[in-house]
């Protein structure tokens, strides 16, 4: 008989987010760690849409009080996804490693499991995405030096993301704690991931993150902007259920670009930085603020390569000489944008050969 830890990991691998096989089988330890034997069997029942308690229970031969009792808990600990209808009825759903379970883990992390997520990360995750040329995130330009560009979109607006929501919350980003924990962190701001409605709801009852206003919301936004990170979110026009503020050192998403070199890795915003040579004083400053090493340094002339560069505006935004400036993107060059997270995650499957899981 099949091990049942295989069977979930075959399950969490039908995302197109991906759970793939290592050499190591590191992710069959990762996945005894979170679960027990009974909880991988209830996963099989699952599927990757919200349903009812008893719509679950019926399917999987349980009662439907007990099984209530068991998908509460497994959702509380941040394994499976768990809404609220407005009448206050539970829903329940499978979700991925990434974005999922994963960064759910954010109040569970030991030196233990820290260990064996960067293990899965390099072994994992990191052989997936080599060769994908699809981000799921998507750079979000700072604002100020994008406004008065005729072609912006309301989804390369930071304000406009916000302005859209009315509950917020706000979580240590995992990627800078567990870094820190490792003793390699780089000291930017933690907490600074932010989620909005229905997944605000979540990580807020979880007690993963706690609520914020909309002000402290634009307030931590700006704080990110002045620390050097880059805002982040999923690469959709509609609705947005959250924002990232990633660093080039410690964020998993951008390490694909900055460290494994997958340049398509993430989804570059519609701009790109260039600089005026003639104003421009080669202090370096431009050289601190880049993430992704888009900027370098050239007999004693800073140079921006277009090729790297992924549209943050972190440079421009900080060049003492107002030097250097956001240019939009011609037609040809603009990043592609799906119009709702069922498009991309479409997309996403076709890349990778996978059978769509959510029809």
């Known amino acids: 008989m099949s091990d049942i830890y295989e069977k979930l990991r075959e399950r969490l691998d039908m995302f197109p987010q991906g759970f793939p096989k290592t050499e190591s089988r590191v992710e069959l330890k990762i996945l005894r760690h979170l679960f027990t034997t009974e909880e991988a069997e209830l996963m099989m029942h699952l599927r990757p849409f919200p349903e009812r308690a008893a719509d679950i229970a019926a399917r999987a031969g349980k009662d439907k009080a007990a099984l209530g009792e068991t998908l509460y808990d497994m959702s509380r600990r941040g394994l499976i996804m768990r809404y609220t209808a407005p009448d ?14 994963w960064e ?22 990191v052989p997936l995405r080599r ?30 993301i916000i302005e859209s929501h009315t509950r917020f919350a706000v979580a240590d980003c995992i990627c800078r704690k567990e870094a820190a924990m490792l003793g390699e962190g780089c000291g930017k701001l933690l907490e600074a991931c932010m989620s909005f409605g229905a997944s605000a ?8 993150g706690r609520e914020i206003s909309k002000e402290e919301a634009r307030k931590i936004l700006a704080k990110a902007e002045e620390e050097g990170l880059i805002h982040c979110s999923i690469n959709t026009a509609g609705n947005k259920a959250f ?9 998993k998403s951008l390490a694909n670009l900055t ?21 421009c004083t080669d202090c370096g400053t431009c050289l601190e603020r880049c993430q992704v090493n888009a900027i370098r340094t050239e007999d004693d002339h800073t140079v921006i390569d277009k090729g790297r560069c992924i549209g943050c505006g972190l440079c421009a935004s900080t060049c003492p000489t107002g030097s250097i400036t956001m240019v939009h993107k011609s037609g040809r060059e603009a990043s592609g944008i799906f119009s709702k997270n069922r498009e991309l995650l479409r997309a996403m499957a076709e890349e990778t050969g996978k059978a769509y899981p959510f029809e």
Request: with cysteine; proline share 3%; glycine share 8%.
């Open 88 to 101: 206050k009825e539970l829903y329940y759903a499978l979700i991925p490693w990434v974005v999922g379970i």
């Open 259 to 279: 460290k494994y070199g997958n340049l398509q890795a993430v989804t570059k915003s519609d701009y790109y930085a260039v600089k005026d040579q003639e104003t």
């Open 243 to 251: 924002i990232c503020n990633c660093c080039g050192c410690c964020c």
């Open 201 to 208: 709801d979540f990580y807020i009852e979880n007690g993963i």
């Open 131 to 160: 060769n994908q040329k699809l981000g799921g995130l998507r750079v979000i330009p700072v604002e100020k030096e994008i406004e008065g560009s005729t072609e912006i979109q309301p989804y390369e607006r930071v304000s406009q």
């Open 104 to 125: 759910f883990q954010l109040n569970n992390l030991t030196d233990e499991n820290i260990k064996l997520y960067e293990k899965y990360f390099e072994e994992g995750m």
